[in-house]
């Protein structure tokens, strides 16, 4: 220890012949300070503590302010709320419904006592815990003092005694009192109560020097609290001290006292007034203890905040801390940042949902989903904000043209601003037309468009009814003048009940329906549906057969036919479901027929124009575009088939063979046998070259051609059918019938009828 102190001995040194002269010189300095400032600090002192009284003052006010103003926010929005005080007698639900409201503004409030309405028309208050009538209310006299004053607005009261019956319990209270409506009071009122020992701990919180005291009185003078423990409740404001700083609250009227007890601390200056020369030099020495413990206690709320933040971000802290590693303020910062980014995305997410609601009820009334009546619906519709009256509805589907080019054309983005388009281009038409429009997307495509025709009289409905026709033009031509694609409008029709919508969304879809036969871009009515007749689905399914015969055997009739086909698709007024039915019938016809070629054509037929023809059948929207698009597909792989059958050995010798079935299917003789001694081929042989080059075999083929000659002769004669079979080459009737039967699925007989 001895060496360790000599080590030091001249930084001891050094220590002490500075010390005495530091503190010599502060001492000196403090001295001369002292005496030409003190009268300065007096006034400081007295300067922060009228700011202090308007900071106690503010905290009061923001203690008070948020209470009043969720109660406001309560009368205003809480549509139970609104209709209990016009309702002449209140039902046992709404008085639920207040209860818990009064419970739920108790729970966000935890200040406040207790809270309670009074109803002037059935003299009823109702608490959060009590329904009771005023007369066996235990704050009578306040209430009927209270709707005896004609203050209407704000008004909070000075201290007062409730007695809660329910805790069996008499508290001194301040009172936030709110009349209904705010411009009268005439209906009632809205008691909310919070105890003056709540308000003085915040008070005795904010301060807790011990030779300082708060006092507050109300607007009359009367005493409310104050931090000073042998304060009475007879202490009025002309009672204090004219030392002590006042402030005013301008919103409750409150006056707000603040001092230093007995008024010892400027009497302690002028008595003692050198003292504080020997208190400045042990204000050295405590200085920084007392730095250190102010600083810890004014750092307590920062902490506070820090540990609800800690809570409540506990997911998020690191991520918080992560941008610059931030100080408590700038944390404290980004959390509020942060909740403010969550209050907009709930914000944005009630919006979203409001969208969701108004879409749903609007799916369910046109779709038919459930049964809506007149009552349910005006309700909705005033709880969505939109239109509820009408005389007459009228409804109509907007539909997207290829809508499949329309997806692969456009982003997401871009389609989204299109449809945004169009909904806002079809509502200002309808306002231009001064007609009401409610338009909601009911699928990817279609946007559906209901009117309300509220016109009493009947010659203005008329021309309502009229300009509603008219519009859907003005869509189209709109849409083609201004975008790059188009779209089909279905007519729905009128109807003055609301649960006929659902049939004239039944309507529109149906019109729709006809888009292959009546084409894009136009308006489809329900009346051009029945304009035109209708013919039977089976004529158009014998015909398949005969074209996928044709082609597959290499026939050049099969470009006629496959033109015929397709305008007798367009005579027969069929909806688009039967046309691709029959188009589905007539590809797997013909991929089946496909099947029986050689290994290379099925091959190039599987991987390429099938698919291409599959594709198109799920894509097309008219006729005339699947005719247009699949005729160079089938015509292509016709060309290939008739390559590879010119490129092979004996062709037209095969050709020569089948123009002989050609000529001669008439007699019975017609045999493999006859061709192959004719041709001087064997009959295995002759076979297979007429099956590679025709896709099927030499049985079939005279079958299918007696048959086909049959079928003429039974649709244009009246021959019997004995003769018919003589004709076609069958000796006996009944092979005729058997082959006649399997290849078209009916007898002769039943064929002729």
Known sequence: MNIEYKKKLWFYKTLFSYLPVFFLV???????????????????????????????????????????????????????????????????????????????????????????????????????????????????????????????????????????????????????????????????????????DTVQAMVAEMSSLETGVVHIFDGEGSFILSTEQSASTAYRAADVDDAYAKSTSDYTGWEVYSGFQNGRMFAFFAVFPYFWVVLGLVSIGVGAIWIIFITRRNYKPIETIMKRLNETFSLKNRDLFAKGNPDEIRFIELAIVDLMEQANKFQSRQEEDLIRIRKGFFKETVEGNRPIELEEWKHEMRRLGLKETFDKIAFNVLEIDKYYEFTAVYSDKDQYLLKFILNSVVQEIAQNHGIHAWTEWLSNERLGILYMIDDPDEEAAKISSQKIRQMPENYISWIKDNLKFTATVGIGGETD????????????????????????????????????????????????????????????????????????????MFPREDIVSIIHYFLYYLDRSMNELSNKLRESWQQRTMPALAELLDRFETLEEFEKRSYPLLESMSDEIQRQRDNQNNNQMIHDVRQYIDENYASPDLSLNLLSRTYNLSPSYLSQLFKDEFGEKFVDYLVGIRIEKAKKLLQNTSEPIQDIANKVGYLHAFSFIRAFKKLVGKTPGEFRK
């Open 26 to 196: 502060t001492s000196i300095l403090f001295l001369i300070l002292f005496l030409a400032f003190s009268e300065n600090i007096k006034k400081t002192t007295t300067k922060s503590n009228e700011f202090f009284v308007m900071q106690i003052n503010q905290s009061v006010n923001n203690i008070l302010s948020p209470v009043e103003k969720m109660v406001v926010n309560e009368m205003l929005t809480n549509g139970t709320l609104n209709r209990s005080f016009e309702a002449e007698d209140l039902q046992k639900y709404d008085i639920y419904e207040i209860s818990k409201a009064l419970k739920k503004l108790i729970l966000n409030f935890p200040i406040i006592e207790s809270a309670y309405i009074y109803y002037q028309g059935n003299r009823l208050v109702i608490s959060d815990s009590v329904f009771t009538p005023l007369e066996q209310f235990s704050d009578q006299a306040f209430i009927e003092e209270q709707l005896s004053e004609r203050q209407i607005g704000s008004s909070w009261t000075g201290r007062r005694m409730y007695t809660d019956v329910r805790k069996n319990d008499t508290q001194s209270v301040v009172s936030l009192v709110k009349k209904y409506p705010f411009h009268t009071g005439s209906q009632g009122l809205v008691v909310i109560n919070i105890r003056v």
């Open 497 to 572: 009940q609301i649960d006929d919508v659902p049939d004239l969304y039944e309507s529109a879809m149906q019109a729709l329906k006809y888009k292959p036969i009546f084409g894009n871009d136009r308006v489809i009515h329900p009346e051009e549906l029945l304009a035109k007749p209708k013919t039977e689905i089976f004529n158009h399914v014998e015909f398949v057969g005969t074209l996928a015969h044709t082609y597959r055997s290499g026939n050049p009739t099969w470009h006629s036919q496959y033109q015929a086909f397709f305008q007798n698709l367009r005579s027969g």
